[in-house]
Structure formats: C-alpha cells, structure tokens
C-alpha cells in the first residue's frame, strides 16, 4: 500500500493536504444531500458498516435494497474508512496521556452510549412485527419513548463521541457528514 501511496503522492504533506481536502468535499458532500432530499423525495442509502454488514443478516424480510443504495454505500464506507484509518494511523499526533484527557475520554463514553443506543433501537425495529405479520408499526421503548428515529440519533452520538475522542478535522466532517444525513432521514421518517 506505501508503494502505491508514494506514487499517488509526492510527499506525506501533500497526502496530509489531499486528506484534508477530501475531508471539507465530505462535508459538502452532506450539505448538498441534505439540501437536494429537502425538495426530491428519493429512497437513499445511509452509512453505518452495522447497517451494511451486520443489519442486513439480522432483519426477516422486508422491502429489498436497490443495487445503486448498496454499491453507494460500499463505496462511501471504503472511502470513509480509508479517510479515518490513514489520518489516524500516519498522521494524527497525540501526547502520551492522550486516553486520560477529558475530551477523549467524554468522547469515548458518548460512543459507547451511542453505540448501545443504536443496537438497542435496532433490536427494537427488528422484532416490531411476529412473523408472517404485515404493516406499520410504531416503535416502543428505550430511545423511542423519546425520540422518534432512535436509531438514527444513536448513531449520530455514536460519531459524535468518535469525533470528539479522535480529536481530527476528519473525524469531525464525518460526524458533521452523519449529523446531516441521519437527521434528513430522521425528519422523513417522522412524517
């Protein structure tokens, strides 16, 4: 992978550069989404790699994905993925007592609390209907006695409290990238 690497990129500032930029077209990438679901009305695939690896096993039935949702996400996910993983691994700089600060430390509690909220909302949605039942169903419990797309709101702590721990412009336009696309659908799930 370096090998490949050095040949894309001259240098690791102009990676670093590359990286940044790469981060800032995400958040645009958000904000434009966001704009363009407030007046088109279009099914749309979201991230999580729980939602595209594990989810999927674990739901009985149900409407099947278009191909186009699917590819998209894979897509993002590798490219988020990369995005994370090559800042955090080559480049981030943290001081020896990094996990002892209150930032990553609060950050870490918020994703782990947003973690369990979001496995949580998912069993519920999961066992809404016995089998063979057909139909909307409003969920109860845990987070949906508060808000309406828990899992949605899980996930977005989840990212938050990652962000916050990481303490990167990276992992702050994803979490920005999440807080956007999670709430549109989040808004559109409540009508």
């Known amino acids: 992978m370096d090998a490949i690497l050095k040949k894309l990129f001259s240098s690791e500032d102009e990676e670093l550069y590359i990286l940044d930029c ?3 077209l995400m958040m645009f990438m958000a904000f434009v989404t966001f704009i363009a679901l407030l007046f088109v009305n279009v099914p749309y695939g979201r991230y999580a790699s729980s939602r595209s690896l594990i989810y999927p096993f674990l739901i009985r039935g149900g409407k099947s994905t278009p191909f186009i949702s699917f590819a998209l996400a894979f897509v993002f996910c590798i490219y988020n993925g990369y995005l994370q993983t090559r800042y955090l691994s080559h480049y981030a700089e943290y001081p020896p007592d990094w996990v002892t600060r ?3 430390i609060t950050g ?3 994703w782990l609390t947003g973690w369990i909220i979001n496995i949580h909302s998912d069993h519920i949605l ?3 209907r016995k089998p063979g039942e ?4 409003i969920p109860r419990g845990g987070m949906f006695n508060y808000v309406s797309g828990a899992n949605f709101f899980g996930e977005i ?3 938050a409290g990652f962000a916050l721990a990481a303490h990167s412009i990276h ?3 994803f979490a920005i ?4 696309v999670l709430s549109s659908r989040a808004i559109a799930h409540h009508k």
Do not use: D, I, M
């Open 171 to 173: 992992s702050a336009a």
């Open 134 to 137: 057909t139909g909307y169903k």
């Open 157 to 159: 702590v989840e990212w």
């Open 22 to 24: 790469l981060s800032y």
């Open 177 to 180: 990238f999440t807080l956007v």
């Open 102 to 104: 209150p930032y990553f």
């Open 108 to 110: 870490s509690c918020l």
């Open 126 to 128: 999961r066992n809404l």
